[in-house]
């Protein structure tokens, strides 16, 4: 994805603190963005010492959305103290932004946080996946809508690789090896309608139930079965790291 003309500077403009990194995030990531796909970017500032050790506190957590050239893009950025707290629990969404191969800005810092990674990965990570799946899949079930049916594929197949491989891959196109054989037909469905209605040749609502129960087993059993740890291997690299930056 090339970063659409403009948008580095309306962050630098309207951005109140020095960003470590920006990432892509959302459909974009996960492989099956539409024309009209929101930019979400998401990423970690570094706020001033002044306004963590004084009594006027700056801001943790950085959001604002605007329109750019008729397609809606957000910001969620935290200061870098919490984005690391998020880390060290079971978040998957603050993995894959960090290991966001789609990067608008980045720094040494950047590198310094994708290098601490590995060490951070534990099979805990599955009940992220799991919890996520189970939220999508009820909205699908609410609405019809493909998007949440391919969020439900993507976090399920996301979780399994990680369980499996010990490595984070957000992207979609990536693993449908791992899924239902009809999943590249979604994907291009949903890359000609963002919230497009389940195509009409699609399988049919038990199939499709039966698919995802089928990856969720197959997750909670490679969740077992991991030899991913159950707490990170170095938490005090991330508090060494805060530490660093917060001394300059």
């Known amino acids: 994805m090339n970063v659409p003309e403009g948008l580095l500077g309306r962050l630098a403009a ?80 603050v993995l894959e932004q960090v290991m966001s191969p789609l990067v608008v800005a980045t720094s040494e810092l950047h590198r310094e946080l994708k290098a601490l990674v590995p060490g951070l990965l534990t099979s805990h990570h599955a009940h992220h996946y799991l919890g996520f799946a189970r939220s999508q899949w009820k909205l699908f079930e609410k609405t019809n809508e493909l998007k949440p049916l391919l969020y439900t594929f993507r976090v399920l197949l996301t979780g399994i690789h990680l369980m499996r491989a010990g490595e984070i891959q957000a992207d979609l196109t990536r693993l449908t090896g791992d899924g239902p054989p009809y999943l590249p037909g979604l994907i291009e469905a949903k890359r000609a309608a963002e919230h497009g209605a389940l195509p009409a040749d699609a399988p049919a609502p038990p199939r499709l139930q039966a698919d995802v129960a089928a990856l969720t087993a197959r997750l909670e059993d490679e969740r077992d079965r991991s030899d991913l740890p159950e707490s990170p291997a170095d938490p005090r690299a991330l508090h060494d790291l805060v530490v660093r930056a917060r001394l300059g």
């Open 14 to 93: 309207d951005h109140p603190y020095p960003r470590a990194f920006v990432t892509v995030s959302g459909a974009h990531l996960y492989g099956f963005p539409s024309d009209d796909s929101d930019i979400d970017l998401r990423g970690v500032h570094l706020l001033p010492l002044e306004e963590i050790v004084g009594l006027e506190t700056g801001e943790e957590t950085v959001t604002f959305m605007w329109d750019h050239e008729g397609v809606e893009a957000d910001i969620v950025t935290h200061d870098l103290a919490k984005f690391c707290t998020l880390l060290l629990r079971r978040n998957g969404y």
